[in-house]
């Protein structure tokens, strides 16, 4: 009862009146430790102005890092986490990993790298259209793997921004990692680059905020009521026939393994798969699966198939679920 009241209470508040801020919460070490991690690579001229705002991301043209508010308290992690499905970056870990992905944007616009003709060569024209129906190619070592969902395959901007994040993690190994990956050439240009930049000053030092916290008049109902619309499925059948060519339709009198308790079954495989392959986000991960579970019982599905060729199948029905949610819902405010 007291929790249900604590939510009920918190989502009538507009999010502007929470009185969130990084100075004095959970946020404030870990941007410390990241700005160590600059001046670890020679980035000392560029000082990023960190705030908080919906989402991540970094407005085109500035050096200021928006961070999701929600991260600021465990209670609004929580409340997100129940809310969406998910997080982006709550531990230290995962948060420094977004960070990095994050200044790789930063260091772009603060010195017009998208400019420079070996850079485009590299990444392609940053004019090139940022589209959401964006085709990852799971298995291409053309690029490099560091956000979830092939996020470098969007744009050139983000091939460059996961590129960059790769470089600076701290101990990297990527010349390892990435031998004989096509992807290695970038990263041997970042790090030339890089050496290039130290001690250079910057063309734009812009730390103008968009959309801070500060401003935000929506309530935290509101702002998750827009959140589900995008979490969901376009419509309750929007991969029916993807799961009908993976399952067959029950017939009485015939006994067969319902697809809803295969998937059950099989979904701890499932999910090391998804989350180990793909580095999916844990959190959509489960919420997908148990959407998926209830769609076959409601279909009435069963296992028509041999278990390997239906999991296999299956594999690919869920990527094309999780891609078609995360290309709605991430929300960039570059170009």
């Not at 407005?59 to 986490?81: K, N, W």
């Not at 600076?168 to 390892?176: F, G, H, Y």
């Not at 997908?288 to 278990?307: F, G, H, P």
Request: charged fraction near 30%; aromatic fraction near 12%; hydrophobic fraction near 40%.
């Amino acid at each position: 009862m007291e929790r249900a009241f604590h939510e009920a209470h918190l989502d009538q508040r507009p999010i502007r009146a929470l009185g969130l801020a990084i100075s004095g919460t959970r946020l404030e070490p870990l941007v410390a430790a990241f700005r160590q991690e600059l001046a670890a690579v020679g980035l000392k001229r560029i000082t990023p102005r960190f705030y908080l705002s919906t989402e991540w991301g970094v407005p085109f043209g500035t050096i200021a890092i928006a961070i999701p508010f929600y991260l600021a308290r465990p209670d609004l992690a929580q409340l997100h986490v129940e809310r969406t499905g998910m997080i982006e970056g709550f531990d230290e870990r995962e948060f420094l990993r977004y960070l990095r992905h994050e200044m790789g944007h930063v260091v772009s616009y603060a010195y017009k790298l998208y400019e420079r003709r070996e850079w485009v060569q590299a990444f392609g024209a940053i004019t090139q259209p940022y589209v959401e129906e964006y085709r990852p190619q799971p298995f291409s070592r053309r690029f490099v793997r560091h956000l979830p969902g092939w996020y470098a395959q969007k744009h050139p901007d983000e091939d460059w921004a996961e590129t960059f994040a790769v470089w600076m993690q701290p101990k990297a190994r990527w010349r390892r990692d990435y031998q004989g990956w096509p992807a290695l050439e970038k990263l041997e240009y970042v790090d030339r680059l890089m050496g290039e930049l130290s001690g250079g000053l910057p063309h734009v030092m812009n730390r103008k905020l968009i959309e801070p916290i500060s401003k935000n008049k929506t309530t935290l109902a509101e702002h998750y009521r827009q959140k589900r619309a995008r979490y969901e499925f376009d419509t309750p059948d929007a991969y029916d026939l993807r799961l009908k060519r993976v399952f067959g339709k029950h017939h009485k009198g015939r006994r067969r393994v319902r697809a809803s308790t295969f998937v059950r079954q099989s979904k701890p495989e499932l999910e090391r798969w998804l989350m180990r392959r793909s580095r999916l986000y844990p959190y959509l991960v489960h919420h997908v699966l148990r959407a998926v579970i209830a769609r076959c019982r409601e279909l009435d599905l069963v296992l028509d198939t041999s278990k390997h060729e239906a999991k296999r199948a299956l594999l690919g029905v869920l990527e094309r679920i999780l891609l078609d949610i995360l290309r709605r819902d991430r929300e960039r405010y570059t170009l």
